[in-house]
Nanobody
Framework: EVQLVESGGGLVQAGGSLRLSCAAS????????IAWFRQAPGKERERVSC????????YYVDSVKGRFTISSDSAKNTVYLQMNNLKPEDTAVYYC??????????????????WGQGTQVTVSS
């Protein structure tokens, strides 16, 4: 059974940093891509970043490029999202998901995804 547990969220001032962790079990990183999504109050869930199987390729949405870094540690079966220079608009519940990465040009999405429970990130101005 695929299980994902996020941690590392919290309250931070604008310009600060947080590192989110996604502890995975029930599969290996050779099987599925891992992605981070977020959902702000009153908004639809949006993609943030994705790391492909075996960590060969990473993807970011434009709004976080240069500020967020996704990485994985296969020995710990954990994926990280390092978030620097945080902005109030980054405030959301952040979810990690495991699934099949589908790429078309510059666009990517995660199919057949399993989800974690989410972790709250709040950035104060």
């Amino acid at each position: 059974e695929v299980q994902l547990v996020e941690s590392g969220g919290g309250l931070v001032q604008a310009g600060g940093s947080l590192r989110l962790s996604c502890a995975a079990s029930g599969f290996t990183f050779d099987e599925y891509a891992i992605a981070w999504f977020r959902q702000a109050p009153g908004k639809e869930r949006e993609r943030v970043s994705c790391i492909s199987r075996s960590a060969t390729t990473t993807y970011y949405v434009d709004s976080v490029k240069g500020r967020f870094t996704i990485s994985s540690d296969s020995a710990k079966n954990t994926v990280y999202l390092q978030m620097n220079n945080l902005k109030p608009e980054d405030t959301a519940v952040y979810y990690c998901a495991a699934g099949v990465l589908m790429v078309a040009g510059a666009e990517w999405r995660l199919g057949y995804a399993s989800w974690g429970q989410g972790t709250q990130v709040t950035v104060s101005s």
